[in-house]
């Protein structure tokens, strides 16, 4: 296999020429697990580590290789095992906010050309989730695709309703409905994976991803389980993985997302909510805050209906989140500051002691 066909293109090898030493390999990371790195070099997987700068020279979790990466690699005495020297930068990165943590961040997965939002339309399905997914790929430059599971379980009558109310939201991205029990659809997603493109799958525990990956892959590899007459499965995917289809496309599964927290993601926000940016540009005042100003475009398109009530409040509810998130990484950051300098600089005990103790040998000099 040819290292393009894992996506490898030009805009890689210039980089591959800068920062590659001559006796390293390039490889393609397939899958982590408990630290240890599989990696793809175009004709085998091999297992790899990283080296120990990594840990010492890191100063957040984005440094470190996530699955999609390019990487550097010295291999050793054994072909199967090899070292991560060297990451190379990344077109796209997908992440999102570690919850409970302020500043931190999870990487998802990098270089990744096409982002299927996997929802049910049986259960469970909420523009504003679907939205906040948006908020994420869009900030990371990604195309996004809905993917509906479970279309067997509702009337197309329904299922057209739940497309009418994404529509009426502003959201124009591409949908496609499907059944893994049936079939309907798959053939349809398959169509759109195109070769030496990099996808992945994004949603909720249950919704379907594994069925949905093994059908693509056209074996049982993804484990999968029911656990109700009302359809709704149990997530059992535990790590993300590229599949490498035999059609040549690739594939990265991941483990369902239970709760979604939005970080600083300007880009995302413009991106998923254009219609409202757009509406608040006419506003008669620059700085309206789109609450009792007259001539406010926002008050006016919620007043006749053209705006979406409940997609005007998830808009106010992830700016909200997002400048918090901004305000946190700020205010954590200038708390570091001073504790770092202390180290450097002694502190006011010290300089007290040591005035004290000049005066005491000067006294004893006396």
Known sequence: ???????????????????????QSIARVVAIDRGRYLVHDGNNELSAELLGKFFYAAESAARFPCVGDWVCLEH??????????????????????????DEEFQMLASNIDVAFIVMSCHYDFHVSKLERFLVMIHEAHIEPVLLFTKSDLITPEALQLLIDDIRAAGIDIKILALSNITGEGVEQVRRLIEPRKTYCMLGSSGVGKSSLMN??????????????????????????HLILLDHGGMLIDMPGMRELAVAEVSEGIEGSFADILELAATCRFSDCSHNNEPDCAIQAALADGKLNADHYRNYLKIQKESRHHKKQTAFVAKRKKPKNASRIAPSKTSQRKQKKNICVDEHKES
């Open 76 to 101: 050793h005495d054994s072909e199967q095992f090899a070292s991560i020297h060297t990451v190379l930068p990344r077109k796209t990165l997908l992440k999102r906010k570690t919850v409970g943590y």
């Open 1 to 23: 296999m040819a290292l393009d066909e894992l996506g490898l293109d030009s805009w890689f090898d210039n980089h591959v020429r800068e920062l590659c030493g001559p006796e």
């Open 215 to 240: 059908r693509l892959i056209g074996s049982d590899i993804f484990e999968t389980q029911t656990v109700s007459t009302s359809g709704q499965g149990r997530h059992t995917t535990v790590r993300r």
